[in-house]
């Protein structure tokens, strides 16, 4: 088993900035992908971004590309995103996960493990 919890989230107006942490505990973290995922009401949930269990290598969503970073420290068991230039489309509901995957680490259902989300609300 793997626990999942995120912190970070909150207002921000457009423009501003937050960092997103998700702190990993369970098995060995640096043995899983990680990624980041996000929900607004009445939608599904979709990806947001994603790192390998090694760290070299980073997907993004075409809509945070150049706004948002993921990193993880395994020496801390927590990955993070940094959020820049937060649009009013960004307000959700985002979620960390994690898994064993080694490919398709975009696609929600090949992760075992979720966090409780946090909630990211960008005002105009």
């Known amino acids: 088993q793997v626990q999942l919890v995120e912190s970070g989230g909150g207002l921000v107006q457009a423009g501003g900035s937050l960092r997103l942490s998700c702190a990993a505990s369970g098995r060995t973290f640096s043995d899983y992908d990680m990624a980041w995922f996000s929900q607004a009401p009445g939608k599904e949930r979709e990806f947001v971004a994603a790192i390998s269990w090694t760290g070299g290598s980073k997907y993004y969503a075409d809509s945070v590309k150049g706004r948002f970073t993921i990193s993880r420290d395994n020496a801390k068991n927590t990955v993070y995103l940094q959020m820049n230039n937060l649009k009013p489309e960004d307000t959700a509901v985002y979620y960390c996960?994690?898994?064993?995957?080694?490919?398709?680490?975009?696609?929600?259902?090949?992760?075992?493990?979720w966090g409780q989300g946090t909630q990211v609300t960008v005002s105009s």
């Open positions: 996960a994690a898994g064993r995957l080694r490919g398709f680490l975009t696609i929600a259902t090949m992760y075992d493990y």
